[in-house]
Structure formats: C-alpha cells, structure tokens
C-alpha cells in the first residue's frame, strides 16, 4: 500500500490560446471536478494561466507554471516571480525540462536556484531529469540522472523535500511516441527513490513522488503507472485534448 497519491501533471507547452485554454479546461473540470483519489495539476502557458486558475477555483484540480525566474523581482525582461505565480494561486511548478535545458541553455545550478525559490515561496517544485539517447547508448543514464537530481536539490531541507516532485523523462522518449519499457523506467525510477533515500532519508524519499514523462498515452499509462516507484505522468501531447488527459487521470485512478 503506497503512501504516495497518484499525481498527472499535464504541459500544455506552447500551446493554446488563453480562450482554447479556458475551452479545455472547462472540459476537464466538468469531467473530473470530483475526482480526488488521483491529484491532477494543468500547467498553461503564460498568458492563459489566470484564466485556466479561475476556471479550475472550486474544483480539485489544480494550477502549475511551465517555468519561474529564481529572484523576487527587479529588471528581468520577460520573466515571471515566485509571487507572480502565487498571487493567483499557481500550486506547482515544471523546472528543468529538457527543452528549456536544451534550447534556453539552463544550467543544473540555474534549475537548483529556482528550485530554491519556489520552494521558499511555497511553490511545488516538479524537477525533471532525464538522459538523450547518446547517453543512453553509451550507458550513462544514472550517471546522468544523478548528477541532476543531486545538482537539482541541492540544499533542499528534509522537511521542504516532500514538496518536491520529480520527473524522469527520457529525452528520447519527449514528443517522439518512443516511450521507455516499463522496466526502463522502473529502473530509474528506483534508481531515483535510491538517490532521495541517501538524501533525505526512507522516511521522505518514500513520500515524494517521481513521474514518468515521455509519450505517455492512454494506452501504454496502466502499464507504467502501475510500477512500484512510479507515481504518475508528466503529460505534453495527450494532455492537450480532454479525452486523452481524462483517460490518463482515469488509467491513474485505476493504478494500485
Ligand atoms: P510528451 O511530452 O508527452 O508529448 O512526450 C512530455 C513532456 O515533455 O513533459
């Protein structure tokens, strides 16, 4: 029996207007407003993001941000705070994603700032790790994991450690319909519950949550949520139609 509620989070990315937001979000609340044995987090771009909160107030599902800058506040051109995000009541945060690492060239010390931050700002922090194909192909998928996760959460205390949710997302597997086999994941997973036990210790490494993100569909979602160190899915392309995310939740709700 698992301590650790299921949790589907899902990453509009760069998609949707802030009125198709609204459209879907309205869906999915309509279909799993009552919802409470799986925790389902929606994160919208930007510009959607306070129109998606409204929407979602009242109801059990919850707001999360794509991205958050480390400082409070001052002249960063384009960028949104840890208060930002809080005023309207945004719950969780996606840091460390492949694509702002590869494209926007976030470094592991620049995602542990902002880690820092967020949960000093009472912010949930969703930390993703995950290895390319190179460096799956030449065995360094734990090598690479570790250094991270431990890069990642460094100077994280104990008690905001359970605040924290990680997700492990093979890169080869973000966007391309590859997805890891259930005992690749399962590995790592492990691998990573591992890592937060010699960090934090068994007690709060059994609470937090490790996701699995990378082409996670209806389809191949009871298989995967149903290993033992994974806890829920970090959803990009099935999460941006209702059917598919509310066949995800349900896939989740049915996992023991
Ligand atoms: P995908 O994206 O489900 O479209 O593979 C997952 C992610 O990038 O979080």
């Known amino acids: 029996m698992t301590i650790r509620k299921k949790l589907i989070v899902g990453n509009w990315k760069m998609n949707k207007t802030s009125a198709d937001a609204v459209t879907l979000v309205q869906e999915l609340v309509a ?22 909160g409204k929407v979602l107030d009242g109801s059990s599902l919850k707001l999360g941000a794509q991205n958050v800058h480390p400082e409070a506040s001052g002249a960063y051109t384009g960028e949104i705070s840890v208060g930002m995000l809080r005023a309207i009541f945004t719950n969780y945060v996606i840091l460390g994603h492949s694509e702002r690492r590869t494209y926007f ?89 591992s890592l937060l036990v010699k960090l934090f210790g068994d007690a709060v490494a059994q609470k937090v949550r490790i996701l699995y993100g990378g082409s996670m569909k209806p389809a191949n979602a009871p298989e995967l949520l149903t290993q033992k160190d994974i806890d829920g899915g970090l959803i990009g392309g099935a999460s941006l139609e209702s059917r598919s995310f509310v066949d995800l939740i349900k896939a989740a709700a049915a996992a023991k």
């Open 105 to 193: 060239k976030e470094t592991d010390a620049f995602i542990n700032q902002k880690v820092l931050a967020s949960l000093k700002g009472q912010l949930k922090p969703i930390l993703c790790v995950g290895e390319t194909l190179a460096e799956r192909e030449g065995n360094q998928t734990l090598k690479v994991v570790q250094t991270q996760l431990e890069a990642g959460l460094e100077g994280v205390s104990k008690d905001l450690a359970t605040s924290v949710v990680i997700a492990y997302e093979p890169v080869w597997a973000i966007g391309t319909g590859k997805v890891a086999t259930t005992e690749q994941a399962q590995e790592v997973h492990a691998f990573i519950r």
């Open 31 to 52: 279909e799993v407003c009552k919802q409470t044995d799986v925790e389902v987090v929606v994160a919208p771009p930007f510009t959607a993001i306070e129109a998606v």
